[in-house]
Structures are given as C-alpha cells and as structure tokens.
C-alpha cells in the first residue's frame, strides 16, 4: 500500500513549468489560485472587464487561457467571426475559439515547451498578449454582437474607422481611372546625371 500511495502523491506533485509560473506571478505579488497539480487560475481587473485566466500545461505546450469571457450570445455570425479572423491574422500568437453551440468565446495563448522551460521574458509576453487583446477587443466585440454593425477597415482596438464599403464615394476616390493617362511632371521624372 505505501508504494501505491507514494505513486499518487508524485503524480499530483505540481508540474515544474507550473513552479515556475507559480514563481513568476509570487514575485510580482500576483494572487493566485492553484487548481491542480498542472494549472493555476488568476483573475486580472483590465480596463474593460475583469479577466479570469488560467494557465495550464497540456502535451509540451503552457496553456494561456480566457475561457468563456462572451457567453450566452449568438457567436456564428459573419461579422463576428470576420473580426475573430482579423484579429488571429494581426496578432499570430492569439487564438479564438467558439463554443461547440456557438453561444461562449475563449481565448488562447501558448507557448511551445517541449525540452526547454518558459523564461520570464516569454511568460511576460504571453501574459500581455492573452491580456491586452481580449481587453483591447471587448468593446468591439461588444458593438459588433448588440448593434449588428458590419465589419470594415477597422482597428482590432475598438476604434470606429469608417469602412470604404460605408461610402462608395471614396472607392472611386481610391481607383485609378485607367482611360486618363497621367501627367507627369518634371518633379516626378528621374533625373540621371
């Protein structure tokens, strides 16, 4: 019986990258919670709403995870999923995920561990990033699911750019009249000497 209980006790011992993150958030007198032998659970008051995250370890990988921060509402819609696609695209180290119902968002960051151990420079930097874009994005998420505005030439920030598609006016503006040559001016032309 002593060598099946001294079995359990090291398989509940906390993973080491886990000490390690543990140690990260104690030297920045982060309160925590440890939920299990390889994840601990934080929350985070950002600007916008106040964050629960979880960061885990799963297959070489530590997990960065907001999970289920948008619930109860009707995510598979284009201009949702559109401004999702946007966002992964600006910021490679992001991913989205929607529910299997298509009603709760998540948000992910990982870093590949495999032989190596996170360093604080890399923790720091996951951290910020799962942070500052699920804040930064919020509101726009926000906008985009309770006034069903569509999509265009907008900042992942929030930030309200008018879209060239809202005034078909600026498109010619932006097109180049392929009939009219242009003039050239003595300005533009090279001058070799």
């Known amino acids: 019986m002593t060598s099946n209980k001294n079995k359990n006790k090291e398989a509940l011992q906390t993973l080491p990258e886990i000490e390690k993150v543990i140690g990260f958030l104690e030297h920045d007198k982060i309160r925590y919670h ?9 929350f985070m008051q950002a600007k916008n709403l106040t964050i629960q995250l ?11 995870r907001v999970p289920g921060y948008i619930r109860n509402v009707e995510l598979n819609r284009l201009e949702i999923l559109s ?5 992964m695209s600006e910021v490679l180290d ?7 119902d298509g009603r709760s ?5 990982q870093h590949i561990l495999e032989d190596g151990e996170i360093t604080r420079a890399q923790f720091d930097l996951a951290m ?8 930064d994005t919020y509101p726009r998420l926000m906008q985009l699911l309770y006034t069903g505005d569509k999509p265009g030439a907008t900042e992942f920030a929030g930030d309200n750019f008018e879209s060239v598609t809202d005034n078909p006016s600026q498109v010619s503006d932006l097109v180049e009249d392929e009939d009219e040559p242009e003039e050239e001016s003595e300005e533009d032309e ?4």
């Open 105 to 109: 968002l998540s948000a992910c960051c």
């Open 54 to 64: 979880i960061i885990y370890s799963h297959n070489s990988h530590l997990i960065f």
């Open 190 to 193: 090279i001058k070799i000497n």
């Open 34 to 42: 440890q939920l299990a032998h390889d994840a601990v659970e934080l």
């Open 128 to 135: 910020m990033i799962i942070l500052h874009v699920v804040d």
């Open 94 to 100: 992001i991913r989205f995920e929607v529910s299997p």
């Open 83 to 87: 401004y999702l696609m946007q966002i």
